[in-house]
């Protein structure tokens, strides 16, 4: 799960209603939600955001410290960089790769994990197919399937969140992960 709170009472007030409401002891995967701009993340950091979740994980309530952003370029990596993220989420797809790509730099430096979110670019890819046909290497496969092997095949991508509207949607992503 994760907060966009920042100081370290409200960080605290906040975990302790998450975990009775998720019926667990401790949260795996706790993230400092949405950095949009390193302005952002430098705030967060001032009001205590660091401090509060290595306390938090020092006492058992938090296994894995994560982040989520929207940073793209060195930005990313300036971000990833800090000694204290052990995962991260992030929008990445066939239609956002160039801005995205330099992430994985870090990623790989750094062994985290890595979720992406948006694999179909917010429907960019499948309300434009025509602009995203490189993305396919197979003749019989649909551009919204070739976007997901694209993501499922990356090396570096530790899990992809795709989200379905209906069977067909599944059927497809459940094609694009054969082979």
């Known amino acids: 799960t994760k ?3 920042s100081k370290p009472s409200e960080i605290r007030e906040e975990i302790e209603a998450q975990l009775p ?5 401790a949260i795996d995967f706790y993230h400092v939600w949405c950095i949009a701009t390193l302005q952002t993340w430098r705030e967060r950091k001032q009001d205590g955001v660091i401090e509060t979740f290595l306390k938090l994980k020092e006492e058992g309530l938090i296994r894995h410290i994560c982040v989520s952003s929207h940073l793209i370029g ?3 990596q300036e971000l990833l960089r800090e000694d204290i ?11 956002t790769f160039p801005f995205r790509e ?3 730099k870090v990623i790989a ?3 985290l994990g890595a979720v992406v979110m948006n694999p179909l670019g917010g429907c960019v890819i499948p309300d434009h197919p025509d602009l995203f ?3 396919k290497s197979r003749p019989e496969e ?4 070739a976007a997901l092997r694209f993501l499922f095949a990356h090396e570096k991508i530790s899990s992809v969140l795709v989200g379905y509207r209906d069977l067909d949607d599944l059927r497809g992503a459940l094609r694009a992960l054969d082979g």
């Open 3 to 5: 907060t966009h709170k």
């Open 21 to 25: 409401r998720l019926g667990v002891d």
């Open 74 to 76: 060195e930005d990313i």
């Open 85 to 95: 993220f052990e995962g991260v989420l992030f929008g990445y797809s066939a239609s």
């Open 102 to 104: 330099p992430a994985f």
């Open 109 to 111: 430096e750094r062994n």
């Open 133 to 135: 046909e490189f993305v």
């Open 142 to 145: 649909t551009v919204v399937e």
